[in-house]
């Protein structure tokens, strides 16, 4: 499984670098060790969207990933503690009213709390405002909940202040991180489950000779997406491709030879 | 010894809308699940209608809806329910979705999410039936709903009594009839209700085989089977439902041997009516669930593909029908036998 981080600022992201090691891609600015990523998004919505905009071009491995956004919160303190860290279960964006619902579907140690997303930091400690508040969550739900399901969608914040933005400097949210680190670790572990990645029927290595027969034999869409779905049926009922073998290595010349060689392909493969 | 689940039990979140906080099954809910965290939201749609979930996955770890539900509170049978040869046949949905997990369940394919809606507002969807009674089409019959289709109502009434709730309307209603489709055990929980002629409790039964590989969470056949029992001897109207009936390397036998468990523990001349249907899907629902690559083998067979529906070839339902006919033609009226084409 891939870890994803999206923190909105560096010092956030400095516990959890120092933890993984992880290496910055000047290019891509990635940070990555093995299967662990971390992706500085900034703060406020529109710079979020641009951030997150730049990462998916340079990402590929949805299937497999886990998104964790983790950073400071202010809370009301009717319902959380400073420099407690909390699960967030459901998200309402202040600016248009809407809701988000991560799937917490895996126990764990940490607490849970509602979360809204603001605009602009809130500084009054107003009584109304309830559980915790930040201001990124809702726009990394609603972009990243295209690559990924609710379910690896994650949001872990840490109470940095009872809406009061003026006690918050970067040495307290660093040191804020780092004492909730051993919390962040576990609850890697507990989301670490095989059962909540995509499922798939086919290897890597079965795609991989699905696409070099698609590529020989120049099949159109409608022949790849039959082929596809024929070696599922075979992999499923017959528990291997082997009958595919045959026709690794052959290749078509025009529309006559491409058409017989699939329904030969499509006879042997449904027997 | 068995591990513990990482997964969180069921019901470990309700999310309630806020127009449904005030009904009696809203708060018999939040009574029953005291552990359970409350997460108040504006349209039930903004959390069951997420874009990319999972259901299977869901599965795992179900969450309690409770919202209210809006027109239309009643809607005409479809050619894929058996209707069990009633005209004016009707289904409703009380609620979505099933503590069940059935491979074969074209709920996978009708939802995106596999969390359970409860909708609080009963009174609206019985208001709707008592107007639909008023204009139903053939007057000389009752009007027959069906009350489970989108879920299994009964499975459910040890946590809100809702199938109970739907009997006793119905004796205040002579012209409606209800169909309670089930596969639960849970009789017991409705067994103090007097019963009624008006209603009838459609249990589903397959051969333990099929229990166990394809109808996950369900009660084993035995159980069933006594339920069975004790409704027919309490004196209700009990339809048998061999559907689907799957064709699978010896099917034969595993029916066989239901047919006769059926025949040995239950009197035939009791039991009101049998339905038989083999798997059929609509295209849609079959198509979506095949893209979530299901475990299940059943979405991987090769189907016929005829009127907009996925189903087993023609000769293979020739040949479960001929199957039933035979065992059941000499135990029970065959005029009583509907089988779904």
């Given at each position: 499984?891939?870890?994803?981080?999206?923190?909105?600022?560096?010092a956030?992201?400095?516990?959890i670098?120092?933890?993984?090691?992880?290496?910055?891609?000047?290019?891509?600015?990635?940070?990555?060790?093995?299967?662990?990523?971390?992706?500085?998004?900034?703060?406020?919505?529109?710079?979020?969207?641009?951030?997150?905009?730049?990462?998916?071009?340079?990402?590929?491995?949805?299937?497999?990933?886990?998104?964790?956004?983790?950073?400071?919160?202010?809370?009301?303190?009717?319902?959380?503690?400073?420099?407690?860290?909390?699960?967030?279960?459901?998200?309402?964006?202040?600016?248009?009213?809407?809701?988000?619902?991560?799937?917490?579907?895996?126990?764990?140690?940490?607490?849970?709390?509602?979360?809204?997303?603001?605009?602009?930091?809130?500084?009054?400690?107003?009584?109304?405002?309830?559980?915790?508040?930040?201001?990124?969550?809702?726009?990394?739900?609603?972009?990243?909940?295209?690559?990924?399901?609710?379910?690896?969608?994650?949001?872990?914040?840490?109470?940095?202040?009872?809406?009061?933005t003026?006690?918050i400097?970067?040495?307290?949210?660093?040191?804020?991180?780092?004492?909730?680190?051993?919390?962040?670790?576990?609850?890697?572990?507990?989301?670490?489950?095989?059962e909540?990645?995509?499922?798939?029927?086919?290897?890597?290595?079965?795609?991989?000779?699905?696409?070099?027969?698609?590529?020989?034999?120049?099949?159109?869409?409608?022949?790849?997406?039959?082929?596809?779905?024929?070696?599922?049926?075979?992999?499923?009922?017959?528990?291997?491709?082997?009958?595919?073998?045959?026709?690794?290595?052959?290749?078509?010349?025009?529309?006559?030879?491409?058409?017989?060689?699939?329904?030969?392909?499509?006879?042997?493969?449904?027997? | 010894?068995?591990?513990?689940?990482?997964?969180?039990?069921?019901?470990s979140?309700?999310?309630?809308?806020?127009?449904?906080?005030?009904?009696?099954?809203?708060?018999?809910?939040?009574?029953?699940?005291?552990?359970?965290k409350?997460?108040?939201?504006?349209?039930?749609?903004?959390?069951?209608?997420?874009?990319?979930?999972?259901?299977q996955?869901?599965?795992?770890?179900?969450?309690?809806?409770?919202?209210?539900?809006k027109?239309?509170?009643?809607?005409?049978?479809?050619?894929?329910?058996?209707?069990?040869?009633?005209?004016?046949?009707?289904?409703?949905?009380p609620?979505?979705?099933?503590?069940?997990?059935?491979?074969?369940?074209?709920?996978?394919?009708?939802?995106?999410?596999?969390?359970?809606?409860?909708?609080?507002?009963?009174?609206?969807?019985?208001?709707?039936?008592?107007s639909?009674?008023?204009?139903?089409?053939?007057?000389?019959?009752?009007?027959?709903?069906?009350?489970s289709?989108?879920?299994?109502?009964?499975?459910?009434?040890?946590?809100?009594?809702?199938?109970?709730?739907?009997?006793?309307?119905?004796?205040?209603?002579?012209?409606?009839?209800?169909?309670i489709?089930?596969?639960?055990?849970?009789?017991?929980?409705?067994?103090?209700?007097?019963?009624?002629?008006?209603?009838?409790?459609?249990w589903?039964?397959?051969?333990?085989?099929?229990?166990?590989?394809y109808?996950?969470?369900?009660?084993?056949?035995?159980?069933?089977?006594?339920?069975?029992?004790?409704?027919?001897?309490?004196?209700?109207?009990?339809?048998?439902?061999?559907d689907?009936?799957?064709?699978?390397?010896?099917?034969?036998?595993?029916?066989?041997?239901?047919?006769?468990?059926?025949?040995?523990?239950?009197?035939?001349?009791?039991?009101?009516?049998?339905?038989?249907?083999?798997?059929?899907?609509?295209?849609?629902?079959?198509?979506?669930?095949?893209?979530?690559?299901?475990?299940?083998?059943?979405?991987?067979?090769?189907?016929?593909?005829?009127?907009?529906?996925?189903a087993?070839?023609?000769?293979?339902?020739?040949?479960?029908?001929?199957?039933?006919?035979?065992?059941?033609?000499?135990?029970?009226?065959?005029?009583?036998?509907?089988?779904?084409?």
């Amino acid at each position: 499984m891939n870890i994803l981080f999206l923190t909105a600022l560096k010092a956030e992201a400095q516990s959890i670098i120092s933890h993984y090691n992880l290496v910055k891609n000047n290019t891509s600015h990635i940070y990555s060790n093995g299967n662990v990523f971390l992706f500085i998004i900034g703060v406020g919505n529109k710079k979020v969207l641009k951030r997150l905009k730049s990462f998916v071009l340079n990402y590929n491995q949805w299937e497999s990933t886990t998104i964790i956004n983790i950073g400071i919160a202010g809370g009301n303190q009717l319902d959380v503690k400073l420099g407690e860290i909390y699960r967030v279960s459901s998200i309402v964006d202040q600016h248009s009213g809407r809701m988000y619902f991560p799937d917490i579907l895996l126990k764990s140690i940490i607490d849970e709390s509602d979360l809204t997303t603001v605009l602009k930091p809130i500084n009054n400690k107003p009584v109304t405002q309830r559980g915790l508040v930040d201001m990124e969550a809702s726009t990394i739900f609603q972009f990243m909940s295209k690559y990924v399901p609710p379910h690896r969608l994650n949001f872990l914040k840490i109470v940095s202040d009872y809406m009061d933005t003026s006690v918050i400097n970067n040495l307290k949210i660093n040191r804020l991180i780092k004492i909730q680190m051993n919390k962040v670790l576990l609850f890697i572990d507990e989301i670490n489950n095989l059962e909540l990645l995509d499922r798939n029927v086919l290897d890597q290595e079965e795609k991989q000779i699905i696409q070099k027969i698609i590529r020989n034999l120049k099949l159109t869409e409608t022949q790849q997406y039959q082929l596809l779905e024929l070696s599922e049926n075979r992999k499923k009922l017959k528990n291997n491709l082997d009958v595919l073998e045959v026709f690794f290595s052959q290749k078509t010349n025009n529309k006559k030879e491409r058409n017989e060689l699939f329904n030969a392909i499509r006879e042997q493969i449904s027997s | 010894m068995q591990l513990e689940s990482k997964f969180l039990p069921d019901f470990s979140h309700i999310y309630i809308e806020s127009k449904a906080q005030d009904f009696d099954l809203t708060q018999k809910c939040i009574k029953n699940f005291p552990k359970a965290k409350i997460i108040e939201i504006s349209d039930y749609k903004s959390f069951f209608n997420r874009s990319r979930q999972d259901f299977q996955t869901q599965k795992q770890s179900m969450k309690l809806i409770l919202a209210t539900k809006k027109p239309p509170y009643i809607y005409k049978g479809t050619d894929i329910l058996q209707d069990g040869g009633f005209k004016n046949f009707y289904y409703n949905t009380p609620m979505l979705n099933c503590l069940y997990n059935c491979s074969y369940c074209f709920l996978q394919g009708m939802y995106s999410s596999a969390n359970i809606v409860v909708f609080v507002n009963q009174i609206d969807m019985q208001d709707a039936v008592k107007s639909e009674i008023v204009k139903r089409e053939y007057k000389d019959q009752p009007l027959m709903l069906s009350i489970s289709y989108n879920t299994d109502l009964l499975a459910f009434e040890n946590i809100l009594p809702i199938t109970n709730d739907w009997i006793q309307f119905a004796k205040q209603n002579l012209d409606l009839n209800l169909e309670i489709r089930t596969k639960s055990a849970l009789y017991h929980s409705i067994k103090d209700t007097k019963p009624s002629d008006q209603v009838l409790l459609a249990w589903t039964l397959s051969p333990d085989r099929v229990v166990k590989k394809y109808e996950l969470n369900t009660p084993p056949l035995s159980k069933r089977i006594s339920a069975i029992k004790s409704a027919l001897h309490d004196g209700w109207k009990v339809r048998l439902c061999f559907d689907p009936i799957l064709h699978y390397d010896g099917w034969e036998n595993d029916y066989l041997e239901l047919f006769n468990k059926v025949k040995s523990n239950l009197n035939l001349n009791q039991v009101f009516d049998i339905t038989v249907g083999v798997f059929r899907m609509g295209n849609d629902y079959f198509n979506r669930i095949r893209k979530s690559k299901p475990s299940s083998d059943l979405f991987y067979e090769n189907y016929n593909n005829c009127d907009g529906k996925k189903a087993i070839d023609s000769e293979k339902q020739r040949e479960i029908n001929q199957f039933v006919s035979k065992f059941f033609f000499d135990h029970f009226d065959k005029n009583k036998i509907y089988f779904c084409d």
